[in-house]
C-alpha cells in the first residue's frame, strides 16, 4: 500500500484531518508533513507542536531555503518540530531571487514555499509515485468545488448542471469509476451531458476526466472523500479535544498573505502591529530585484482595480480607528479561501 501523507497547515481543518486518517488507515501508515513559510503567527506553530503531542505523533516540518543561483530550484530543510518559529529567512531569500509574490497572478510563494519542497521531500523520502497526499478538504460547497479548481468547477457548473454543494460527492463518484478504467470514467461524465457531445463537449468532457486522472497520478485525495463535516462540525469537533487552534482573528497562514482583502491587511496592522512592522521592513529590502512586471514593482495586493503595496496599505490603516476596519471585515462576503486562513499546497494546481 502506497504511503498515506497528511499534509497539514496549522489549522483546524487539516489537523482534525489527522485523527480521520488514523482511523481509516492506522497510525503506522500514515505521515505527517508541515511546510513551514516562516510567517505564519505563533500560535499556528504552538498547535503544530500541541498537536503531536495530543495525537502522539512525528511531524515532519519543512522549510524552504532558496539557492541564489539562476537555474537551481527551492529545497527544502528539515527542521525540529519543536524548534519551530516565525522566521523570514525563507521569504528573504525567495523574492531576493523572484521578487515579491503578487496578487493576482504572482503566488509563487505557496509554489515554492510549499508545493515544490513537498514534492521533493516526499519523492526522496517514499519514491515518485509511491505516496498519497490528503488535502484538507472539507465536505461543503466552496471547498469540495476547489477540488476541480476554479475553471472545471465552472464547466460543472454552467455546462453540466452540477452545483457547488455537489461537485464533491460528483468527484469522489468519479474516482470510484477512475478505478475501475478511464472508459468508465469518461462514459460517467459523458451520462451528464444532455446535448449531443460534439467536439466542444468531447473536450470539455475530456478536461473534466483529465483532472481526475491527475490528481490520481500525482496523489492528491481529499478530506471530505472520507469525512462528511463541514466548517462547523470540525470546530464543535476540536471543542471537544484537549487542545485547539487559538490565534487571533484573521491571523491563519501567513499573517500579511498577499490573498487577505485591504480590510483585513489593516485591521491586522493594528492587532498585531510589531509583526506588520517586521513584514514592512521584509518587503522595502532594496535588495529584492524589479523584475519587470506591468505595475508598480512594490504592489502586492490587489484591492478591485487598485493594487496596492503594503506600505500604502501599512499608511492608510492608522488613519482610521482600529473599529473601523474591524467593522468593515464583518461585512465582507465572498473571501478568498486563503484569506479565511485556507491555504495549501494543492493551491496551485489550478
Known sequence: MKKQIASISGGRTSHYMIDKLIEVFGKENVDFIFCNTGAEHKGTYDF?????????????????????EEGIGAKYVVENIANITGDYTAFRELMTKYGRPFN?????????????????????????????TWIGYRDEPRDASRSWGHTLSA?????????????????????????????????????????????????????????????????????FEISDFNKEDIRAW??????????????????FCIEKTENQL???????????????VQVTNPEIPIKGRKFNEEAMYHTGPIKLTF?????????????YWESRVSHEKRLSPCAEGSCDLYGGED
Open 238 to 255: 476540536w471543542r471537544t479535544q484537549s487542545i485547539d487552534l487559538e490565534i487571533p482573528d484573521h491571523c491563519g497562514n501567513c499573517v
Open 155 to 223: 464547466t460543472l457548473t454552467k455546462w453540466l448542471h452540477i452545483e457547488k454543494r455537489d461537485q464533491g460527492e460528483f468527484y469522489k463518484n468519479c474516482s470510484i469509476k477512475l478505478a475501475d478504467s478511464i472508459g468508465e470514467l469518461f462514459n460517467y461524465v459523458s451520462g451528464y451531458v444532455v446535448d449531443p457531445l460534439g467536439e466542444s463537449g468531447y473536450n470539455r468532457v475530456n478536461k473534466i476526466v483529465g483532472k481526475v486522472v491527475r490528481n490520481d497520478q500525482i496523489g492528491y485525495r481529499f478530506l
Open 104 to 132: 493576482p497572478g504572482g503566488k509563487f510563494c505557496t509554489d515554492q514555499l510549499k508545493t515544490q519542497i513537498y514534492r521533493k521531500y516526499c519523492n526522496d523520502a517514499y519514491g515518485k509515485g509511491n505516496y498519497v
Open 311 to 323: 506600505k500604502e496599505i501599512y499608511d492608510k490603516a492608522f488613519e482610521q480607528p482600529q473599529e
Open 266 to 280: 489593516s485591521y491586522l496592522c493594528h492587532t498585531q502591529k510589531p509583526l506588520a512592522d517586521e513584514w514592512l
Open 48 to 68: 503544530v507542536q500541541a498537536t503531536a503531542l495530543h495525537f502522539d505523533i512525528d511531524i515532519v516540518c519543512l522549510t524552504m531555503h532558496m539557492p541564489q
